[in-house]
């Protein structure tokens, strides 16, 4: 598996530090993720000294493929992978005839990949990425069903007056109805009950 870069810097301000990285990486912010923290200088008189974390972002695309492929190697799966850098994070949808097996029951194989994935780069680079995994856009389908339920039981709620209460959902999927409603004229949505069983409420909007 390739090893994921990682470029380390020292000096006593945390602004010139990474300047100094990046002058010699020859890269922008925006093409890197960084992390930093305060590290004990030696020497009789000790003063602040940081240390500075830097992964290219083109490094770590190349790292992320190299680990799925090898992990879905050793299942048994053949895969393509289709990556998207958006500025909070890195998408990576794998293409695969076998995609049943990399999704899993509800998800749960696909989630185990991506926690794993996650923690392999912490480890490696020392550095938080937040790198969603897909898979035939199981996960875009998903939320698009999830939107349009939510829209279909808003009309029921307007038309009956009557509130419904959803499944549980996890709280990205309680975000999407929450956001999804939140102009839909009629009605208002909460969150209620303890995780993992907590629901989103449809309730509507007394005149």
Known sequence: MLKLKNHKYEGKNIEETLNKALNELNASTDEVYYNTKEIEAGGLFKSKKYE????LKEDLLEYIK???KEITSLMGINVELE???RENYIKVNMVSDSSSILIGK????MLSLQDLLRQSIKTQANVRVNVILDANDYKEKQQRNIERLAV???KDVV???IEVKMDKMN???RRLVHNKLTEFKGVTTISEGEEPNRCVVIKPIEK
């Open 52 to 55: 500075v974390n830097v992964i």
């Open 66 to 68: 190299s680990y799925l």
């Open 83 to 85: 990556t998207q850098k």
């Open 106 to 109: 509800n998800g749960r194989t």
């Open 152 to 154: 279909k039981l808003a």
């Open 159 to 161: 038309k009956t007056g």
């Open 171 to 173: 709280s990205f999927e």
